[in-house]
């Protein structure tokens, strides 16, 4: 990944480095990233977010300049080594927003402790809907690595990096993201990253598409203030995914924002900022109610009002 304008720090949880940056002071706001990304994803609001927020942006384990071992990459075991994240830098509760695989990780913190979670954030986000890009899926099968090895040499690498590149300047709506999916694919030169991102992809997709699914536990977030963002360009997570997330997450805002891709924070960086910011100010962080929670678990799914679906037209 590219250089980060902001200081990496670094501290050792379970015998495992992790990198992390930490801007601006405030209620806290953890920034997760996506598959084979790494904090670097967030810098175009990071700035932002940090007048008014602390920021916390770590490289999730496997990627970025985070230690890559031989490790749990589950949804569950990325959720634990944030709580873990959080509990050594000395804060107990945050705005969690995650995008893509990152979205997952959000959703299975704010499951696993919703006590430490005061809202949700989910950006074009895993876990809604079976449908994944084949690039995605094609990760899981036999030789992804073998591959990678080769295309990943210094000459291929690097025409191939640049080919991407070329293209992510062209007008069409399909080649938006593919400045971002160079950056991606240089990563994958280092084989640690190569094997850790394979471990990651295998615990969520399969060959039919997504295995990680928030549709049956949806009714939880009646509890929790929860946006979802999603760029209507997105070429990774269809963008109808957001759609799914109106009919299954209760009282959940949903803004759809034109002209982006799958990274809309990149895309339209003060927009997003300016409807994180807005979520944020206009919602009470959710108390924790641990009788609530267990009759929200008995009584299951019931009636309740469906997300409102936004359309941003981005200037």
């Known amino acids: 990944m590219t250089g980060s304008p902001h200081e990496v720090q670094y501290v050792t949880i379970h015998g495992h480095r992790r990198a992390f940056v930490k801007a601006g002071s405030g209620p806290v706001i953890l920034l997760m990233h996506g598959l084979g990304c790494d904090h670097t994803t967030w810098e175009p609001v990071i700035d932002t977010l940090s007048r008014r927020y602390t920021v916390i942006a770590p490289d ?23 709580r873990d994240l959080l509990t050594v830098l000395g804060y107990d509760k945050a705005t969690v927003i995650g995008h893509s695989f990152g979205g997952g990780v959000a959703m299975q913190f704010a499951y696993q402790f919703p006590e430490r979670t005061e809202r949700l954030v989910l950006v074009a986000s895993g876990g809604l809907g079976p449908e994944v890009t084949p690039a995605i899926r094609a990760i899981t099968t036999p030789g992804f690595e073998q591959l990678m090895a080769v295309l990943t040499l210094p000459g291929l690498r690097h025409a191939g990096v640049a080919g991407l590149r070329a293209l992510s300047r ?72 957001a759609n799914n ?7 959940a805002r949903v803004e759809v924002i034109s002209n982006a891709g799958h990274f809309p924070h990149k895309d339209h960086p003060h927009r997003f900022a300016k409807v994180v910011n807005e979520f944020i100010r206009s919602t009470q962080p959710a108390t924790y109610s641990r009788t609530r929670f267990r009759s929200l678990l008995r009584t299951g799914h019931d009636a309740a009002p469906l997300a409102s679906v936004t359309d941003i037209t981005s200037a």
């Open 245 to 251: 997330a109106a009919r299954v997450a209760p009282k």
């Open 170 to 241: 062209s007008p069409l709506p399909a080649a938006r993201d593919l400045d971002e999916v160079a950056t991606i694919f240089d990563s994958f030169k280092d084989p640690a990253a190569r094997h850790a991102i394979r471990h990651v992809v295998r615990a969520v997709v399969d060959w039919r598409g997504q295995i990680i699914t928030m549709s049956d536990r949806a009714y939880l977030t009646q509890a929790m203030p929860m946006c979802v963002i999603w760029g209507r360009d997105d070429q990774v997570l269809p963008v109808r995914h």
């Open 60 to 82: 999730l384990l496997g990627h970025g300049a985070s230690d890559k071992p031989r490790a749990d990459y589950s949804v569950g075991g990325y959720a634990n080594g944030m």
